[in-house]
């Protein structure tokens, strides 16, 4: 029995729920107190025992993911207080500090490579890799800006691989196979192993692994009735990691490595309300277009340590290729609901508009053309608009930096420089070879006759492609110096000059004909910190931080001005701005890291006050569909985040993580310079973070017939947003009065299993009350009965098999 606890309560001692053994050994050591042992952390890019960190930081290592079943990030999102995670665009929001227009607001990195994307159009999402084969992942939350720079300004999420060892070999191989209800299987099989090629001067490590998690949405033909394709929103992900270490000499190491990871989505994660029973476990989309997800990138690093006495150099060169196409949204449901505006007999401009009707001969007796259940269009039924948005990103990186490596010295610090290229394509296309065919149909006319443009030769009536090129040159450095032996100050420091510019095309009838143009922007944002701390104890750590974050600012591209003129006049905007400067956040934090009991009660806490101001924003056009970027509005985020771990004796263990983030504008913004526009936003909108969230985790270590076992159960709870966004207030021009706020969810997992030997045997349930909370509602404007939404995967069993070399 002890060895299968002290193996399993030590992983959970060094994750998110255990980051404040103060005084333990560092990693790999067993401490006096049974079952505790330090995880050491790279949070401020030197190796320290969390606990020791004046950061609020959740560290989940490849044995806790095993344990929680995680298999990515919005696995990992439940049980990290403070982070709010969208599958739909991979946007994850810390501490409420979240934008879809712009720049990330969240550094995401593998190792010391930053991945994250601009928002150039339409869906540009981040790619987040897979949890196989990881050392661990590190979530930091609050701004990062003086040790990673632009875009970790709410905080940052670091993917840490493992680096090949130069003495011992290592290794793991694990399957697995789920059942879904009233879904396709899942499975997975992956392996990783790697060693000395010649002990001391060469090892590797490789890893390969391939998952399919099968889907439970079908897709139907919205007139028939009948299931066109089962289990239609299937996942495939492969990926692939390699990396070489040499020691030509005793203080220098050269790792070259690549990354690879192919995700393959086919279709959405979404469901027609009007036509699905979640009661039943019968989830149904009548798309007619595909919404399937394809997402590639490989990533070529070379990283270069040399160490001399009480310091270290180390240099990370790196290369991150990426392409993704989606659907990102349906061309056919898009199309239909502007032009069903464009006949709708209660609109101004509609059929019975004296003034302003546009189309005379509308058909106005089709209206809506959009329904509950599925599309209006008796004279096309076979009508079909295919959307493809394709992200394409080519980032150079080069960082070099030099740092202390005594922990234990008066002063401790990190100064470096910081280099990065960045090239992103984002191309948004709608192919509607129907075009003519629809256009004759609703308004009696030719495509020339109605919009004013031929479609384009490949069938396209819209495309809008802008490549934009972000280059970032730094200098940083980080300093703590111990005033007394219990009394540390930290400063820190970022100078950075910063350069965006794009170049765009843009064409097709639903564009109004060709149009192009050039932008840019420059900045020398300037990013501090500075902190106390105080090891009150051993065992008690106070810290106070002010921090500083900012993301790099951008220009727009072009789009028909004389099209969206009502617009720009209902939102009293008289010229739209052509760049868009950064936005920063000051972020004050206090926390503590404490243990009780021995150590057998730990408790790390932390709140924190953010102001958020000349919040990069979109601004949206209803009528002509087009959106522009503008420093729109100021927020203040405040709350708190909490994780504990009890145990309750050597063989049963209690974790739990709370988390409450009040994030919410602090003034009305408004979508003009004058005193009158409009609302973009009211004083108390929320920005969409979900207010509490909290898990809760008890495990029970036995024997069971001479092996060590373990049965574990964890329940995740998010809250009901009570304050309304944007899109729910009446005050706002994105109000929506179809559109609720997502219901609290509450969802159970259970998993126990035993180690025989080399093996771990694992059987689990996810979702066991197989809850389906109506998550993400949505439509395509406010005129649209047609609603969509996502849910939680329902209930999914199955077995997990592991053998560690």
Not at 106 to 123: A, H, K, M, S, V
Not at 629 to 648: E, K, M, R, V, Y
């Amino acid at each position: 029995m002890a060895v299968r606890f002290l193996r399993r309560s030590s992983l959970l001692a060094t994750t998110a729920f255990l980051p404040l053994l103060s005084g333990l050994p560092a990693a790999g050591q067993t401490a006096s107190s049974p079952g505790i042992e330090e995880v050491v952390v790279t949070a401020t890019r030197q190796e320290q025992p969390l606990s020791k960190v004046a950061v609020s930081v959740s560290a989940f290592t490849a044995e806790k993911m095993d344990a929680l079943g995680v298999k990515n990030f919005a696995d990992l999102a439940k049980f990290t207080p403070g982070v709010t995670f969208d599958p739909d665009s991979n946007d994850i929001s810390i501490r409420g500090i979240d934008s879809s227009a712009g720049a990330g607001t969240t550094g995401i990195y593998i190792d010391d490579t930053p991945i994250q994307i601009r928002n150039l159009g339409f869906n540009s999402n981040n790619s987040l890799p897979s949890v196989f084969d990881l050392e661990r992942v590190e979530v930091l939350r609050g701004p990062q800006g003086t040790l990673f720079g632009a875009g970790s300004e709410g905080g940052t999420v670091r993917y840490i691989t493992p680096q090949p060892s130069l003495t011992d070999y290592s290794g793991f191989a694990r399957s697995e196979i789920s059942f879904t209800q009233n879904g396709a299987p899942s499975f997975e099989l992956g392996a990783a192993f790697g060693g000395p090629i010649v002990d001391d001067v060469l090892g590797f490590r490789a890893s390969a692994w391939f998952r399919r998690d099968g889907g439970w949405i079908d897709r139907v033909n919205y007139q028939t009735d009948q299931t066109t394709m089962a289990d239609a929103n299937e996942v495939n992900t492969y990926v692939v990691r390699g990396a070489l270490t040499w020691a030509p000499i005793s203080n220098l190491t050269v790792t070259p490595g690549i990354d690879y990871q192919s995700r393959r989505q086919r279709d959405a994660d979404q469901y027609w309300i009007g036509i699905s029973d979640p009661g039943s476990d019968t989830f149904r989309n009548g798309t007619p277009d595909f919404m399937p997800d394809n997402d590639r990138f490989y990533l070529p690093t070379l990283r270069v340590q040399y160490s001399v006495p009480s310091m270290e150099v180390i240099s990370n060169t790196s290369y991150f290729n990426r392409a993704e196409r989606t659907g990102g949204y349906s061309g056919t449901l898009y199309n239909l609901s502007y032009f069903q505006q464009l006949i709708n007999p209660n609109q101004p401009g509609g059929p019975t508009d004296p003034n302003l009707n546009p189309c005379p001969q509308c058909a106005s007796n089709l209206y809506p053309l959009l329904t509950p259940n599925g599309i209006n269009l008796p004279g096309l039924p076979n009508y079909k608009a295919v959307t493809t948005i394709t992200n394409l990103q080519e980032n150079w990186t080069q960082e070099v930096r030099l740092q202390s490596t005594d922990p234990d010295a008066r002063l401790t610090w990190v100064a470096g420089v910081f280099y990065s290229s960045n090239k992103q394509e984002s191309r948004e296309e709608i192919n509607d070879p129907q075009l003519a065919a629809i256009t004759q149909y609703l308004f009696g006319e030719t495509v020339e006759q109605a919009w004013g443009e031929q479609l384009l030769p490949n069938g396209d009536d819209y495309i809008n492609d802008t490549i934009g090129h972000d280059t970032q040159t730094a200098v940083f450095g980080d300093a703590s110096f111990r005033i007394i032996d219990t009394l540390k100050l930290e400063v820190g420091l970022r100078f950075a000059k910063t350069h965006f510019d794009f170049t765009n095309y843009a064409n097709g009838p639903q564009n109004f004909g060709y149009s192009s143009g050039t932008g840019q922007q420059s900045e020398t944002p300037f990013t501090p910190k500075g902190g106390l701390s105080w090891q009150v104890t051993p065992d008690d750590l106070v810290y106070a931080t002010v921090a500083k974050g900012y993301r790099i600012g951008g220009a727009n591209p072009p789009f028909p001005l004389a099209a969206c003129q009502a617009d720009l006049q209902n939102l009293g905007v008289s010229n739209v701005p052509e760049s868009y400067s950064s936005d920063k956040v000051l972020s004050y934090e206090l926390g503590s890291k404490d243990k009780f009991l021995d150590g057998r009660v730990s408790i790390a806490a932390s709140a924190y006050y953010i102001n958020w101001n000349r919040i990069q924003q979109f601004n949206y056009l209803p009528s002509c569909g087009f959106q522009y970027t503008a420093n729109l509005g100021q927020a203040i985020s405040d709350g708190f985040d909490l994780q504990a771990q009890i145990h309750l004796s050597d063989s049963i263990l209690l974790d739990t993580s709370v988390g409450y983030t009040d994030a919410r504008y602090s003034a009305n913004s408004r979508s003009g310079s004058a005193p009158n526009a409009p609302l973009i936003a009211a004083e108390g909108d929320s920005l969409g973070a979900v207010p509490w969230t909290v898990t809760f985790g008890a495990e029970y270590d036995f024997t069971a017939l001479s092996y060590d076992s373990f049965i574990r159960a964890d329940y995740e709870f998010a809250s009901h947003n009570p304050w309304p966004l944007i899109t729910g207030d009446p005050l706002t021009t994105s109000y929506d009065p179809g559109l609720v706020n997502d219901p609290a969810t509450n969802l159970v997992s259970v998993r126990g299993g035993a180690t025989i030997g080399s093996w771990d045997v694992s059987l689990f349930m996810n979702n066991v009350l197989n809850a389906h909370p109506q998550l993400d509602l949505n439509h395509q404007d406010q005129y649209t009965l047609l609603y969509e939404a996502s849910t939680s995967r329902p209930r999914t069993g199955g077995i997990e098999i592991e053998y560690r070399y």
